[in-house]
């Protein structure tokens, strides 16, 4: 059963920064995308980031220059680190892993409405 872990969260200032976390376990895909989705309420689902096994990564135009999406295969852990924070980047941010063949990972992240998600983690960043 897929389990979908996130973290680090938090509240800051509008300019700083965050590292958020994903743990994933669960399955076994020949090969993966990972990505980054974010919902405050009253908005639409946002997807924010994704990255394929091979470490193509795609981002929303709203984040680009300012996010970076990475991750560890090893500990089968992605990453999001957000600098540049702006009070519109308050949400909820989910993360998920589904299997991809390599090279698709920009048509996928055009899939993020569909994207299952864990707990979420909360970033607030005020002006």
């Known amino acids: 059963q897929l389990e979908l872990v996130e973290s680090g969260g938090g509240s800051v200032q509008s300019g700083g920064s965050l590292k958020l976390s994903c743990m994933t376990s669960g399955y076994s895909f020949s090969t993966h995308c990972m990505g980054w989705f974010r919902q405050a309420p009253g908005n639409e689902r946002e997807g924010v980031a994704a990255?394929?096994?091979?470490?193509?990564?795609t981002y929303a135009d709203s984040v680009k220059g300012r996010f970076t999406i990475s991750q560890d295969n090893a500990k089968s852990t992605v990453y999001l680190q957000m600098n540049s924070l702006k009070p519109e980047d308050t949400a909820m941010y989910y993360c998920?892993?589904?299997?991809?063949?390599?090279?698709?990972?920009?048509?996928?992240?055009?899939?993020?409405?569909?994207?299952?998600g864990g707990q979420g983690t909360q970033v607030t960043v005020s002006s």
């Open positions: 990255i394929d096994s091979d470490g193509a990564t």
């Open positions: 998920t892993v589904e299997y991809c063949p390599l090279g698709t990972v920009r048509r996928w992240f055009q899939s993020f409405r569909s994207w299952y």
